[in-house]
């Protein structure tokens, strides 16, 4: 039984299709013009040789000649206009989908390819439509009229110079056999290099400090090395054929031979000296229209490329919504057996949890790193789907919630927080545009951050820079924490949400938290245990397992997982220069 043929990737200019048979009709329209002028320039030499002097054929020659330039510099116009409407449009759509798929599609994919999608896979795609379209409809409506006339004006010299072309179409079809994979590898190795250079840019304090650029650089070499590579095995098997090919369909060899073929029949008396020019301008207007099929190929099979990756993130799959649609009667949350793998991982991250955190509650998650807290936090806002379980909030299965419903009840402050390259005030507000200064400012104050704000130069205005650069770890943090505060959402995860507070600034902030969580149910990671001993619940969690579950005095008793964590906690709280080894070892698990 054979396979159903895969959709065209080209389906994705069908937005803009109505547009693009537009310039390609103007553009054969051009070429219809500029065939028109070369028979009326032959005409003109033709009158030339009898003595003869037709003024309002140079006119009509110069009419034509400005007609074709116009019509085809159109014919890009429109292209060009749509061309930048599909790129909008796809641009939207990617950024739409993208929100959509689960962050286990975007954490396979990568930051840089997805990069290179959004960016220059975008943009080759609106090279194609921008000048490839006009260009391709000019490639064969050109030739085909010339060839047609050339058939009525000598069909000898017509069938002479289409020979030639058509040798020139064969050595260059040869050449691409396999082009597809070669412009593949061309790609990949291409966005290997972009990585490596992201990468070496991004980890530039880590590089000097560390390994002064050896290590890192050498990744970046040796990309290099492979797509330099990869430049020379594909121009040494197809070099010498592609300059084969485009010296045949070069006008030059077509005009020499119908320089031969012609005055071996004018000398015979069998062709007109007027019709032999007039051939010879036509037929090289024919092999000049050709020409630019060589680079026009290059651009589709790039175009068809990026086409490609562009549909699989706009085909990526979403998380589905399953019905009947379900709404939350309170603020609780609950897991029962829920088990969850990553991609390409061989052991569970989760094997069958179920707690409940009651509404209105502080349920505090600890663990040694790597024992799945992060991943409990991560799974209730649907960043992936359990492989099985059930997870919900308020008696509703978070699978039956509309991704808008799911987002209103819950906030986060994650552990590697990020701001936006706006104001402090649009990164407060983020998720709640219409709040008030007031209310921005009632957050900050808060989350402990409008002391800090107002030393700066434009107060709540002030651009924190890429990524937020020019504030400290802890300013960033707590005003990602403002932000959540904001938000005023039922169930509240902070990750590590006091990471980078001294202890201070921690004890404000522990205030602070502690107002925002009535009401609310919170889950909240901390390694350093005692920030939640008053937690009204401690899940304990060891390689993906809960091992243990009550309140900070109940897990002492118990003397387990806990208990050691809290015991290695206080040895290293007191932990001093000069301390013995034995008494240094004993904060260590």
Not at 10 to 21: A, F, G, Y
Not at 163 to 189: D, H, K, P, Q, W
Not at 564 to 582: M, N, P, V
């Amino acid at each position: 039984m054979s396979q159903p043929k895969a959709p065209s990737p080209w389906r994705i200019i069908d937005p803009v299709r109505p547009q693009i048979r537009r310039a390609m009709a103007i553009a054969t329209a051009a070429a219809v013009l500029s065939t028109a002028a070369l028979l009326v320039m032959a005409q003109i030499l033709k009158d030339l040789l009898t003595g003869r002097a037709d003024w309002w054929l140079a006119a009509l020659l110069l009419v034509l000649t400005l007609a074709a330039f116009a019509v085809r510099a159109y014919a890009f116009r429109v292209s060009h206009l749509a061309a930048f409407h599909l790129e909008t449009l796809l641009r939207s759509q990617l950024a739409e989908r993208l929100a959509q798929v689960s962050l286990g599609f975007l954490h396979d994919r990568g930051a840089a390819a997805l990069t290179k999608v959004m960016q220059d896979d975008v943009r080759g795609l609106h090279v194609f439509v921008a000048d490839s379209t006009p260009l391709y409809a000019r490639a064969y409506a050109a030739p085909l009229i010339a060839f047609v006339v050339l058939l009525v004006v000598d069909w000898r010299l017509a069938l002479v110079a289409a020979a030639v072309l058509t040798v020139g179409m064969v050595i260059f079809g040869l050449v691409m056999r396999g082009a597809s994979e070669s412009t593949a590898a061309y790609n990949a190795a291409r966005e290997q290099v972009n990585v490596a250079v992201v990468e070496f840019v991004q980890a530039m304090p880590v590089v000097r400090t560390f390994d002064g650029g050896e290590t890192s650089f050498g990744r970046y070499q040796r990309a290099l090395d492979n797509y330099l590579a990869m430049l020379i095995g594909w121009y040494r098997s197809v070099g010498g054929s592609a300059r084969s090919g485009m010296l045949i369909l070069n006008p030059m060899p077509t005009l020499v031979v119908l320089l031969w073929a012609g005055f071996y029949w004018w000398q015979a008396d069998a062709l007109p000296f007027a019709t032999w020019l007039a051939v010879l301008l036509i037929g090289t207007g024919m092999a000049e229209a050709l020409l630019p099929y060589i680079s026009l190929y290059h651009l589709i099979e790039q175009g068809k490329i990026s086409a490609e990756r562009i549909i699989e993130v706009l085909d990526a799959p979403v998380l589905p919504v399953l019905a009947p649609p379900q709404t939350p009667k309170d603020a609780s949350v609950s897991f029962h057996q829920v088990n969850f793998r990553y991609s390409g991982r061989a052991e569970n991250a989760l094997t069958d949890i179920s707690f409940t955190a009651p509404a209105g509650s502080l349920t505090a998650l600890v663990g040694s790193s790597g024992a799945g807290k992060t991943t409990v936090a991560r799974l209730i806002p649907r960043f992936w789907d359990a492989d099985s379980g059930e997870i919900r909030i308020g008696g509703a299965d978070i699978r039956h919630l509309t991704p808008e419903a799911l987002m209103a009840q819950v906030a986060f402050v994650f552990q590697d927080n990020f701001l936006f390259s706006g104001t402090i005030a649009d990164n407060i507000r983020l998720g709640t545009p219409d709040a008030s200064d007031a209310e921005v400012e009632a957050a900050a104050r808060a989350a402990q951050c409008h002391d800090f704000i107002m030393t700066l130069p434009d107060g709540y205005q002030t651009a924190v820079g890429e990524r937020g650069a020019t504030l400290s770890g802890g300013e960033r943090q707590r005003i990602t924490i403002a932000r959540a505060i904001l938000q005023n959402r039922p169930v509240l995860i902070l990750d590590e949400a006091t990471a980078f507070a001294d202890a201070e600034n921690e004890a404000l902030l522990m205030r602070a938290l502690a107002a925002l969580m009535q009401d609310k149910t919170v889950l909240m990671i901390a390694h350093r245990l005692a920030t939640i001993r008053h937690a009204a619940q401690i899940l304990v969690f060891d390689h993906g397992q809960l091992v243990e579950q009550g309140d900070h005095a109940s897990l002492i008793a118990q003397n387990g997982r806990y208990a050691r964590l809290w015991q290695a906690g206080e040895a290293a709280r007191h932990w001093r220069i000069g301390s013995t080894e034995q008494k240094a070892g004993d904060a260590v698990l």
